[in-house]
């Protein structure tokens, strides 16, 4: 249970990394939920997607472990 979460917590951050960075390059300001309450810089939205990505690998890697 507790390896999915972090799964879960993993993407959802990688998706606002993700969403903010996008719609700062091809939009007209970030996407998502994170522009609602602070103002991110690109690069701390590309850290928050590289962070996320790590968290949701870590997560995975730690789901299949415990399954074999």
Known sequence: MKNEIILTIGWISAIQGALGVGG????????????????????????????GLAVAAHGESARRRSRA
């Open 24 to 51: 700062r390059m091809f939009g007209d300001g970030p996407w998502g939920m994170l522009p609602q309450w602070w103002d991110v810089p690109t690069a701390g939205y590309a850290a928050i997607l590289v962070a």
